[in-house]
């Protein structure tokens, strides 16, 4: 089995489309503004955003699959602002799955600090997570919405993976 780690905003659910929008009207830029922003994280109703988010590609029944193929042993791995957003992301996630580890990273650590790395699988939207997780031994798979060339190998939906390892 192999050890397989997976993101959960923008790869599970699309909690970042809220967010961002909520930003612009807050007249608060993404980009520039990291410690606003950071800060607009910590103070959103995670239960509420949970709950408008959209799942990304048949994610939950995808997880499920993965699951029953015996073939990974996977882990929720995702950076938190607060602890309020760490519970919310815990409930939704028991809600939905008898079994499933989930691993909540303070937003400062790498998430390779949180778990070991070496030939372990991580899905991430952020190349910069992979990037990380690279240079210490592990597997990088980038998810995006749509088809893209990268350094890493590319997924539209979790499901992919069972073809792939
Ligand atoms: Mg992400």
Redesign the pocket.
């Known amino acids: 089995m192999k050890n397989l780690y997976i ?5 599970i659910l699309d909690t ?1 489309t809220p967010v961002y929008n909520l930003a612009k009207k807050l007249n608060l830029d993404v980009k520039t503004q990291t410690k606003e922003i950071g800060l607009l994280y910590s103070k959103i109703d995670w239960e509420t955003l949970i709950e408008e988010s959209e799942e990304l590609s048949n994610s939950i029944n995808s997880i499920k699959e993965l699951k029953e193929s015996g073939k990974f042993n996977i882990s929720i791995l ?2 938190i602002n607060s602890l309020k957003e760490a519970k919310a992301k815990i409930e939704f996630i028991n809600n939905l799955f008898d079994d499933l580890t989930i691993i909540p990273v303070p937003k400062s650590c790498p998430k390779t600090m949180m778990t070991q790395t070496k030939d372990a699988i991580l899905v ?3 190349s910069g ?1 992979l990037r990380l997780w690279k240079e210490k031994g592990g597997i990088g798979v980038k998810y995006t919405k749509e088809k893209e060339e990268c350094e890493f190998i590319n997924i539209t939906s979790l499901e992919e993976l069972l073809e792939i390892f």
Do not use: A, E, L, P
């Open positions: 993101d959960f905003d923008g790869v970042i995702t950076h991430d939207d952020y997570n």
